[in-house]
């Protein structure tokens, strides 16, 4: 059976959150409606979808800006070994991401792994303004403005095993429904106290011992790879 990886791209292929970074590097005097927001957003009362709107509201950044300082972040030096091994054994690899695209797609080129797909949110700019849209927004979903579940439910309508890598509150979505799921911060504890099972994980260095392990595990015993991975 293939396996499709979902990555989140904040804080889990990037070990920074490099969207956040940029909200609170261009937004001028905006921390305390920022911080509301983010409160907001932490606490349940505030999607995602609304809080991208808000803060890229209250931005001031134009594209050439943006990209000189999202360029001063990187990815995890072993996600493209992970990558690389994953496409080999014939899996798939999907970065699913509720920042934008520009600095993602430009973060993989840098890589050598612009031809990952990717699906997040985009932004377009009028001098110093970020106009944000949803090409992904999912109806299913009020919340998010790139809901994952959404891309769990089209892997497995493709017949693969999911496994969903994430570090925050964007990825809860698809932790409820993934396969398997690989978890670090908060969303490991989220899970925990959720009961959904999540396999702890450092880095990406883990991420491909755990997918080759699975892989290995699979080969050798056909029929209980999903049995194997949990
Ligand atoms: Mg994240
Ligand atoms: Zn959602």
Not at 4 to 32: E, H, K, M, N, W
Not at 34 to 59: D, I, K, Q
Request: a neutral charge; one cysteine or more.
């Amino acid at each position: 059976m293939r396996t499709t990886f979902l990555c989140d791209f904040d804080g889990t292929v990037a070990p920074s959150d490099i969207g956040a970074a940029l909200v609170r590097r261009f937004t001028p005097g905006g921390a305390g409606r920022g911080r509301a927001l983010l409160a907001g957003w932490r606490s349940g009362t505030v999607g995602h979808r609304e809080l991208t709107e808000a803060e890229s509201a209250m931005m001031r950044v134009t594209e050439a800006e943006a990209l000189a300082f999202t360029r001063g972040f990187g990815l995890d030096p072993h996600f493209a070994g992970f990558a690389g091994d994953a496409l080999e054994r014939g899996d798939r690899v999907l970065i699913v991401s509720e920042g934008f695209e520009f600095y993602i797609r430009d973060q993989l080129d840098r890589a050598g792994l612009g031809a990952l797909p990717l699906a997040a949110n985009r932004a377009r700019f009028e001098g110093d303004r970020l106009i944000p849209s949803f090409p992904h927004g999912d109806s299913s979903c009020g919340r998010c403005g790139n809901c994952k579940a959404q891309h769990v439910r089209s892997a497995r309508a493709a017949g693969d095993h999911v496994v969903l890598v994430g570090d925050g509150l964007s990825d809860r979505c698809a932790a409820e429904i993934a396969d398997t799921v690989l978890a670090r911060d908060g969303l490991l504890a989220w899970c925990r106290e959720r009961g959904i099972a999540a396999h702890p994980f450092v880095d990406f260095a883990g991420v491909a011992a755990f997918a080759r392990h699975a892989a290995g595990a699979a080969g050798a015993a056909p029929g209980l790879r999903r049995h194997a991975y949990r």
